[in-house]
Antibody, heavy 123, light 106 residues
Framework: EVQLVESGGGLVQPGRSLRLSCAAS????????MHWVRQAPGKGLEWVSG????????GYADSVKGRFTISRDNAKNSLYLQMNSLRTEDTALYYC????????????????WGQGTMVTVSS | DIQMTQSPSSLSASVGDRVTITCRAS??????LNWYQQKPGKAPKLLIY???SLQSGVPSRFSGSGSGTDFTLTISSLQPEDFATYYC????????FGQGTKLQIK
């Protein structure tokens, strides 16, 4: 059974940093691309970032480019999101999502999702 | 970025109804369109990928169609567990989602 378990969320002041983690199990982690998708309270879904199976094909939404960094450790079956210079508009539930392909880019789809970790940016 | 617009934003229907949700892209995306279902307090679930391919385990009452800029998700006979919010997502370029369609019980 595929399982994705996010951690690392919390309350943080604007301008500070936070690192999210996603522990994966139930599938061959290094065969698939992975993504972060967020959802602000009461709002829709927003793709944040994606990374290919060998840490290539990295992409970011314009709203986080230059502030967030995605990475993965295939030996630990883990995905990460380093979030710097946090803004109030980054407040959201952050989901880790598995791609059904090895690479990011045209044709991707998110076939399994974690339950999310909440990030609240507030002074 | 490619903008995705869903209609309607909300919809009331009854069990057994046939329901169609529309998604329009701001430019042609070929058939790179996915559909998700999200229930309150839960993560989204992939229903349809590549416009019309049914994800494994998803009931056959769900179907998708379209290409270019216009796409539809159809539920042939609504079941009680289908009342949820539905999102389209384009995968032609950096992924973007529609704003969602909330399907409610009439």
């Amino acid at each position: 059974e595929v399982q994705l378990v996010e951690s690392g969320g919390g309350l943080v002041q604007p301008g500070r940093s936070l690192r999210l983690s996603c522990a994966a199990s139930g599938f061959t982690f290094d065969d698939y691309a992975m993504h972060w998708v967020r959802q602000a309270p009461g709002k829709g879904l927003e793709w944040v970032s994606g990374i290919g199976w060998k840490s290539g094909n990295i992409g970011y939404a314009d709203s986080v480019k230059g502030r967030f960094t995605i990475s993965r450790d295939n030996a630990k079956n883990s995905l990460y999101l380093q979030m710097n210079s946090l803004r109030t508009e980054d407040t959201a539930l952050y989901y880790c999502a598995k791609d059904y392909r090895a690479v990011t880019g045209t044709g991707n789809a998110f076939d399994f999702w974690g339950q999310g970790t909440m990030v609240t940016v507030s002074s | 970025d490619i903008q995705m617009t869903q209609s309607p934003s909300s919809l009331s229907a009854s069990v057994g109804d046939r329901v169609t949700i529309t998604c329009r892209a701001s430019q042609s995306i070929s058939r790179y369109l996915n559909w998700y279902q999200q229930k309150p307090g839960k993560a989204p679930k992939l229903l349809i990928y590549a416009a019309s391919s049914l994800q494994s385990g998803v009931p056959s009452r769900f179907s998708g169609s379209g290409s270019g800029t216009d796409f539809t998700l159809t539920i042939s006979s609504l079941q009680p567990e289908d009342f949820a919010t539905y999102y389209c997502q384009q995968s032609y370029s950096s992924p973007t989602f529609g704003q969602g369609t909330k399907l409610q019980i009439k």
